[in-house]
């Protein structure tokens, strides 16, 4: 492909004199594909100068990005919120000081970058200052770049590393999963004393978080509210804390559907979740299962517990549909105290990025 037309019509004229005797269609055959091949060649040569002469850029870095030092809001704003206004610097990354200063220690081998001859690597805090206020305001990317004067394609990288690396520092300690008979219990326990249900052992829903459509994904990511989303699946103790979540299902799937395909439910069908054995409620002599709560959606089982969906119902049944939704609302409240502290999660529509 890398010869020029010239090359190629010497070859053929070679190939009609020294091959075999062709008649007058199929030398024009030849001709024909010989062309094509040339005009494919001359494209690319003609696609490479381009690229070769692509316009080089008017200015290295732009004059306001260099001063971030005296007006940027994290060299700025940030540390006059830390020293005077505390409340105001919790508002504006959703955290206090010295809560984002641990961050900053703990993820600084993993986000900061190594001092170069070129230039000196933007600072750990700034990095992560600018992802916590992606996050809590779900603002662009320019927006943010004209608060802390760094660059919007930088910001892309910024904001997708340090996610990243919050996640693999604090994945194991974030998410407290019982594993022991008595961790089950203590969740029991909590959920007996604040909301007067028995045997609770959490509550499990699914939120739509939404999204841009990935190319080609077709209705895949589109859900019953009609926009395309990702489904957060929660399971939640009696203090609004995530004890389990499996992000990342289609938004046209069901709850029930990503719950059976999750390991939540492989653990709990195979008896490897650890739940506790049967025991008599209190007042009681029947032993009756621990169990987590779900909406009408989940199917009942042992271990799941649903409201009663008939529409006649007894007293008893009315009661313990109350004293049912007492409890789960806790998944819902948490994904309520989830979507007010980032916004992110609720009025900003994600970029997906799949492999």
């Known amino acids: 492909m890398s010869k020029n037309v010239q090359d190629l019509q010497e070859e053929l004229q070679k190939l009609v004199d020294n091959g075999p005797r062709l008649d007058e269609d199929q030398a024009n055959v030849l001709k024909v594909a ?35 030092d005296k007006y940027g ?23 206090d000081p010295g809560m984002f200063n641990q961050m900053v220690e703990d993820l600084k081998p993993l986000i900061q970058k190594k001092r170069t001859n070129w230039r000196k690597p933007l600072p750990a805090g700034l990095k992560l200052a600018i992802t916590l206020r992606y996050l809590a ?27 990243q690396a919050i996640y693999d520092k604090y994945s194991e300690t974030a998410f407290k999963f019982p594993t022991t008979t008595e961790e089950w219990k203590k969740v029991a326990q909590d959920f007996s004393g604040k909301w007067n249900f028995q045997h609770c052992c959490g509550c499990i829903d699914g939120k739509h978080v939404r999204i841009i459509a990935p190319p080609h994904s077709g209705s895949q990511y589109y859900n019953y509210k009609g926009y395309f989303s990702i489904i957060m699946l929660a399971l939640v103790d009696a203090q609004y804390k995530f004890m389990y979540v499996d992000v990342g299902a289609y938004g046209a799937d069901s709850d029930a559907g990503i719950f059976r395909e999750c390991g939540l439910y492989h653990a709990l069908e195979n008896g490897a979740a650890g739940l506790p054995p049967s025991e008599p409620l209190p007042g009681g002599d029947v032993d009756v299962p621990y169990f987590i709560v779900g909406d009408d959606a989940f199917a009942l089982r042992d271990y799941m517990m649903k409201p009663h969906s008939k529409r006649e119902m007894t007293a008893a049944e009315r009661i ?6 007492r409890a789960r609302r806790t998944v819902e409240n948490a994904f309520g105290i989830l979507a007010n502290r980032y916004f992110i999660t609720q009025f900003t529509q994600l970029h997906l990025y799949c492999n």
Request: aromatic share 10%; hydrophobic share 40%; glycine share 4%.
């Open 34 to 68: 010989a062309c094509l091949l040339a005009a494919t060649a001359v494209k690319q040569a003609r696609n490479k100068t381009l690229r070769n002469d692509r316009r080089k850029k008017s200015v290295w870095v732009r004059e306001w990005l260099l001063n971030r």
């Open 73 to 95: 809001m994290y060299e700025k704003l940030m540390k006059h919120l830390e020293q005077g206004d505390v409340k105001s610097f919790r508002n504006f990354v959703r955290m």
């Open 137 to 163: 305001t779900g603002n662009s990317y320019k927006s943010l770049a004209y608060g802390f004067r760094v660059a919007p394609n930088t910001i892309v990288s910024i904001v997708s590393d340090v996610c």
């Open 320 to 325: 313990f549909n109350y004293r049912l939704s």
